[in-house]
């Protein structure tokens, strides 16, 4: 309540955001085995999905409008592992590489980083709805 008392001065709502409404940090990296941690997880994923007879479906989702080598070798292992576990995959990268730079950025533009916006949002809805 006294926030939204104190939002009518955009200074204050700047600075209540700013200071007390903090997420932590970015990026926090605890380790460098990630694609190790990830396959772990997928053969876990994969025996929940047969307890729970429900099929399971692995996205590998673009972060950015452009990525390194380092991330498509880290994502094309996860998917490996992902489908040694019978899990399936969709790599919407396969897709984006498909669209102009100035296509892949409008996906983000305008979004907190790592995050797509509403096209974005559209974009990968429009993949996944193609899997029935």
């Known amino acids: 309540m006294i926030k939204q008392l ?4 955009l200074v204050l709502d700047i600075l209540l955001d700013k200071t007390l409404m903090w997420d932590g940090p970015s990026v926090e990296s605890v380790h460098n085995r990630g694609k190790d941690v990830a396959c772990l997880l997928m ?34 292992g996860v998917l490996a592992c992902a489908s040694a576990n019978q899990l399936g995959t969709v790599d919407l990268f396969v897709r984006a590489e498909q669209l102009s730079e100035t296509e892949r950025e409008a996906l983000f533009a305008g979004s907190n980083k790592g995050h797509m916006n509403a096209s974005g949002n559209r974009f990968v809805a429009t993949e996944l709805v193609h899997l029935r």
């Not at 104190?6 to 001065?9: E, T």
């Not at 007879?53 to 409008?65: D, E, F, K, M, S």
């Open 43 to 76: 053969g876990r994923l994969a025996a929940l999905g047969r307890e729970r007879n429900t099929r399971v479906i692995v996205v590998a989702q673009l972060q950015a409008p452009a990525w390194s080598h380092e991330e498509i070798d880290l994502k094309n």
């Open 6 to 9: 104190l939002s009518r001065s």
